[in-house]
């Protein structure tokens, strides 16, 4: 007896997420990447200077390097060599090194409630996996796109809080709450980024007070995305929530080393998640968010290779720290030559001081894919439309600092032809 091919589709089609159906089909950086390709096809002799992509540009710091390969000499000798680290959580080496660079600014945050990741993008899309895909989230618009795509792909509801020309590109949550159709909600996520990708807003530590509050009082919880706090210049602005009371009892926070020391390529970062954040399981109990996300992370996920985590290491000793900071200083004169030639235009912008990344207006009232076209045509310059990022990013555009400085000084130069 045969089935019949409809019957056969029926009782063993493979199904897949639909949710991924509801996605851009693509990537905003995958579009960029494709419009740049047909130019250079087009135009082989034009030399196109890139700010649209966040890499960076500036070699690992030396002791970096000599880190990592002591480290992997060290895995050539049966002495010295290690396989899997016992925790999943990190090496405790690291652990307590990133420990203390938050007391070097004056956040007390224990190593037990550090674990290491491969960067902050991979725990952004991860975190989630430990909340039930009925909560709400709240995200900021514009908004770095992994937010948003990584709940759309569990099928979460998302609404959104305008970060606008108005307020400073720093959305304030809404005491009214949030419309979801037709009806008032309080989110039960809240995803907050300072330094801010893609606006180079900032928040402050009264602002930051309100949403610890906020969540506090809609039993909310937030994942505040500091990848950018080495950037920061202004002492009155927080590097990291854990400075604010009440943050322990709120807040995840997701860091990464990828912009702060050259890692983009070598990928470490690392996320708190404090002992004191607890929420009520359905039947009553009281659950550990930290314990979760052990449970989560000792599944699918096997640890940062022990030659990386010991080149972060290295990141954070005095010497290390001097090293960075050199390439940290780069690229914030490559952000004051952008925020200086937009000054010199009259165009409004945030960001470029406190943040790698400089957000301005579109002129000519352009949405934000026509003036992409215009830069790429015209001066040979690639940036990011702001639309990339949601809505409110429509008629912005987004430039990051990490470029080669004379580069960056030449494209500024080409730039102000535009006017």
């Known amino acids: ?46 030399k196109i200077i890139r700010m649209g992509i966040g890499d960076v540009t500036q070699p690992l710091a030396p002791i970096v390097v000599d880190a990592m390969k002591k480290a992997a000499d060290e895995l050539a000798v049966k002495e010295t060599f290690r396989g899997y680290e016992d925790s999943g959580a990190g090496y405790d080496f690291l652990r307590q090194a990133v420990s203390e660079y938050y007391k070097s600014f004056g956040a007390d945050v224990p190593a037990s409630d550090i674990r290491i990741n491969d960067g902050a993008k991979s725990d952004c899309g991860n975190l989630v996996d430990i909340f039930d895909d009925s909560n709400i989230i709240l995200i900021t618009d514009p908004a770095y796109p992994v937010y948003v795509d990584s709940n759309l792909m569990n099928g979460r509801q998302i609404v959104y809080a305008d970060s606008n020309e108005e307020n400073g ?34 928040y402050t530590k009264e602002q930051l007070a309100i949403w610890i509050a906020y969540a506090k009082q809609h039993h909310a919880i937030i994942l505040y995305d500091a990848a950018y706090e080495a950037f920061i210049r202004d002492e009155n602005i927080p590097r990291s929530i854990y400075l604010l009371d009440g943050a322990k009892e709120t807040a995840i926070e997701l860091c990464s080393l990828s ?10 970062g690392y996320t708190v998640v404090p002992a004191e954040l607890k929420t009520i399981a359905s039947d009553g109990t009281e659950v550990s968010l930290a314990q979760l996300w052990n449970r989560r992370e000792g599944s699918k996920f096997n640890g940062v290779s022990y030659p990386v985590q010991r080149a972060a290491e290295a990141v ?35 960001g470029g001081i406190n943040s790698p990344y400089i957000w301005f207006k579109c002129p000519f009232e352009m949405d934000s894919w ?45 730039f102000r032809s535009l006017f």
């Open 1 to 46: 007896m045969f089935l019949t091919a409809k019957f056969y589709y029926e009782v063993s089609a493979l199904k897949i997420n639909e949710n991924y159906l509801k996605l851009e089909k693509n990537y905003l950086f995958i579009r960029i990447a494709q419009k740049v390709k047909a130019f250079q096809t087009t135009h082989p002799e034009k």
């Open 169 to 202: 590109f720093a959305a304030m949550p809404d005491p009214d709450g949030y419309d979801l159709n037709g009806k008032k909600i309080f989110p039960d996520i809240i995803y907050l980024c300072s330094p801010n990708n893609p606006t180079g807003a900032v």
């Open 259 to 268: 912009k702060t020391a050259g890692f983009t390529g070598v990928r470490c």
């Open 316 to 350: 954070f000793t005095p010497e290390g720290q001097k090293q960075v900071r050199k390439s940290i200083l780069y690229y914030q004169e490559n952000a004051r030559v952008i925020a200086e030639t937009l000054t010199e235009l009259h165009v409004p912008f945030t």
């Open 370 to 414: 026509t003036f992409f076209d215009k830069m790429l045509n015209e001066i040979a310059v690639v940036g990011t439309p702001g639309a990339g990022f949601g809505k409110n990013g429509v008629n912005w555009f987004r430039l990051t600092a990490f470029g080669d400085q004379e580069e960056t000084r030449e494209a500024m130069h080409r």
